[in-house]
């Protein structure tokens, strides 16, 4: 009997050891695990975020049709819908002339160093994170009749933007890219860049 007993110890003093194995085997993979839900959880948090800045700015400049001021009551709608994100990590926001409803951003635009660009079938005004966070009129210009040379908005400007029925109105699409930097900084690189784009039509006037 006594044997017996001792065999039992011996047997749950094994258990306890193979328990103790598998628990320092199995706990990086679920820290890994809960880390990795939370760096996506975040992340997915800003793309909702950059998406629905994208789909407000669409609206407003589409409202806004050839108004003087147009992209900048657009880029206000994109500063508004995009506040939990700060400047610092907005890399650009680019306001482009498209052919139809899904038309994707213009790559030189995305790309470029410019204020913007107006060549060929090419049109947008490229924005900084700096410059959302400097919003004024005044970096637009008010004149009624062009935009002006150094305003932010003169490589597609706003008054040129075709807004009648009869002649086809102009797709006005906004895209916006941010960094998303890694919080726990377990995972390779530094982040991510999210990027998302939203194209409306201009509001029709008769």
């Given at each position: 009997m006594s044997r017996l007993w001792a065999l039992r110890r011996r047997r749950r003093a094994g258990d306890r050891g193979a328990a103790l194995v598998e628990m320092i085997l199995?706990?990086?993979?679920?820290?890994?695990?809960?880390?990795?839900?939370?760096?996506?959880?975040?992340?997915?948090?800003?793309?909702?975020?950059?998406?629905?800045?994208?789909?407000?700015?669409?609206?407003v400049g589409s409202n806004a049709g050839?108004?003087?001021?147009?992209?900048?009551?657009?880029?206000?709608?994109?500063?508004?819908?995009?506040?939990?994100?700060?400047?610092?990590?907005i890399n650009r926001v680019v306001i482009y002339k498209s052919t139809t409803t899904d038309g994707s951003?213009?790559?030189?635009?995305?790309?470029?160093t410019a204020q913007g660009i107006a060549s060929g079938t090419t049109f947008c005004n490229v924005y900084t994170g700096a410059q959302?966070?400097?919003?004024?009129?005044?970096?637009?210009?008010?004149?009624?009749?062009?935009?002006?040379?150094?305003?932010?908005?003169?490589?597609?400007?706003?008054?040129?933007?075709?807004?009648?029925?009869?002649a086809g109105a102009d797709y006005l699409g906004v895209?916006?890219?941010?960094?998303?930097?890694?919080?726990?900084?377990?995972?390779?690189?530094?982040?991510l860049t999210i990027k998302d784009s939203a194209v409306m039509r201009l509001e029709p006037s008769v």
């Open positions: 199995f706990t990086p993979i679920l820290v890994m695990i809960a880390i990795g839900i939370l760096e996506f959880g975040l992340a997915w948090r800003d793309s909702i975020t950059v998406a629905g800045a994208t789909r407000a700015g669409a609206r050839n108004d003087r001021l147009a992209d900048y009551n657009t880029l206000l709608a994109v500063q508004s819908a995009i506040a939990s994100i700060p400047n610092t990590r951003v213009p790559t030189a635009c995305t790309n470029t959302l966070a400097s919003l004024s009129a005044a970096n637009f210009g008010t004149s009624g009749t062009s935009c002006a040379t150094g305003a932010w908005d003169a490589a597609w400007c706003p008054l040129g933007r075709q807004s009648q029925m009869a895209w916006v890219s941010i960094s998303h930097p890694y919080v726990t900084k377990v995972f390779p690189g530094s982040g």
